[in-house]
């Protein structure tokens, strides 16, 4: 969606006045990129008629630079589908605050819970997490799970109920029940902030949407989340509308948008919902949680600018200082080490990271796999067995013989075979990099697989 949008924008750029038709031709490319990038057809429709009125208002042609006023009108309309203002949670007045979530069957609504039961956690607050899915096998332990790696207690299903593999045996499973003694439990031990889990299922239906309602009349919740899987693309409407009208919801949490290369399904399903975007699930971990900002959202939709500088970041961890420093020792006559070595591959750690920053941009599919292709766990292997040589074998690999291969693969949980292919990929490197000392080119990523 970027890419299309920046070349849109760059043609608009040098043009100094805007005729009419320049702006209808820019507008049907906003169109195209939109549907491209899977936003739902209504909704791309209501975009470009908002922008285009806005783009032949006064505001725009009486302007000193009509172009880039045209970038602002796209900006700020992308801004309020999104929601506007970063919507804070709204706490309740008399604690506990109590947050129920509704969504489909796998769409992050667990993993949710233990994502933001860590949040406010570490802002201070004391929530519980409360089990009132009890229709899929294992729900309940799920989030036991999630809320033991959080440091978040759960409030689950009364202690004689067992669950197995068919399910929760015992008692019949209440779910309302239990979200109506989930919310006096937190009550009586003073837990600021309830968390109430429900069941989905894979597809909208009516006892699911009544299930949903009932325990929401039982604990009068002051916001309902409406976690939606990022990646259901056109359907992301038709859920958001069932929901809407079945249950009703305050806020929306885009789950697995590491995985939603094109940025569609966030502005469908604000804009058709008209609720706003609160928080982002971004990966299956913890930590993998961001509260949103429309304005941010919106600007990464429309501006290069930060992949540039990602990219660039990332240029400069390997080329400049290191390459500078790798090229005046083997132009100085030094040998490329294992050390050396090390250091680059090191190197790419630092794509690692960029990595999930990437999955939030939308258009970046390519760039990640790139960096999906570089195993973090091989870099540490790599790390690990470099570290168990002596300084003399990381400085000169040809003394490494077979009894220090085995020292080496001892010490460092790996296998002779791991030394063995460590070895050959640094002597590859350590070729290139002669090479490049010889040619005085600049290296790329010596020795790396992909
Ligand atoms: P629920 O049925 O709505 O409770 O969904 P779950 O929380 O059980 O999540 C369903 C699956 O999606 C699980 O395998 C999660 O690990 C995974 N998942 C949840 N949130 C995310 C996310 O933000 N990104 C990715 N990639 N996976 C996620
Ligand atoms: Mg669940």
């Known amino acids: 969606l970027s890419d299309r949008l920046t ?34 057809v209504p909704v791309v429709r209501a975009f470009t008629g908002t ?18 006023q045209v970038v602002k009108i796209v900006q700020e309309e992308l801004v309020a589908i999104l929601g506007g203002e970063q919507r804070p949670l709204r706490f309740a007045k008399r604690p506990p605050t109590v947050i129920l979530l509704a969504g489909l069957q796998g769409a992050g609504k667990t ?22 899915d009890l229709q899929r096998p294992n729900a309940v332990t799920q989030l036991q799970v999630v809320g033991e790696r959080a440091g978040v207690p759960v409030f689950a299903p009364h202690p004689g109920v067992q669950e197995t593999a068919a399910g929760l045996v015992g008692t019949p499973g209440d779910p309302v029940g239990v979200a ?96 706003p975007v609160m928080f982002a699930s971004t990966g299956e971990k913890l930590t993998d949680f961001e509260v949103f900002h429309p304005d941010r959202m919106a600007s990464r939709i429309l501006d290069m600018g930060d992949v540039l500088s990602l990219i660039e970041q990332a240029e400069r961890a390997f080329d400049a200082e290191q390459a500078a420093k ?35 941009l939308p258009g970046m599919a390519q760039m990640r796999d790139a960096i999906d292709s570089f195993d973090e766990r091989e870099v540490d292997r790599i790390e690990a067995m470099v570290r168990s040589m002596t300084p003399a074998e990381r400085a000169n690999p040809k003394i490494i013989n077979g009894s220090r291969r085995s020292r080496i693969a001892r010490g460092s949980g790996t296998t002779v075979t791991d030394i063995n292919q460590l070895l050959e990929r640094f002597g590859q490197a350590q070729t290139m990099m002669r090479q490049v000392a010889r040619g005085g080119g600049v290296p790329g990523m010596p020795g790396m697989p992909g």
Not at 339 to 351: A, E, S, T, W, Y
């Open 111 to 132: 993993t949710l819970a233990g994502k933001l039961g860590l949040h406010l956690r570490e802002r201070g607050h004391t929530p519980l997490l409360v089990a009132a």
């Open 51 to 68: 922008v285009r009125e806005r783009a032949l208002s006064a505001e725009v042609s009486g302007a000193l630079n009509p172009a880039q």
């Open 326 to 360: 790798m090229a005046e020792k083997l132009v100085g006559g030094e040998d490329f080490t294992l050390d050396d070595f090390l250091v680059q591959v090191q190197g790419l750690r630092q794509m690692g990271s960029m990595k999930k920053m990437l999955g939030m």
């Open 180 to 275: 109506r003694e989930g919310l006096a439990w937190a009550q009586e031990r003073q837990h600021d902030v309830v968390i109430v889990d429900t069941a989905g299922r894979l597809g909208v239906d009516a006892e699911m949407m009544q299930q949903a309602a009932d325990i929401r009349d039982a604990v009068d919740p002051d916001e309902i989340l409406f976690v939606v899987d990022a990646m259901i693309g056109q359907d992301a409407v038709t859920t958001a509308q069932a929901f809407a009208e079945g249950v009703g919801f305050t806020g929306v949490v885009l789950a697995k948008l590491d995985g939603d290369t094109r940025g569609g399904a966030a502005l469908s399903i604000a804009s058709v919902t008209g609720s």
């Open 7 to 40: 070349s849109t924008f760059r043609n608009l750029r040098t043009r100094g006045r805007l005729s009419e038709a320049d702006i209808d031709a820019t507008i049907r490319e906003i169109r195209r990129a939109l549907l491209d990038a899977d936003v739902a």
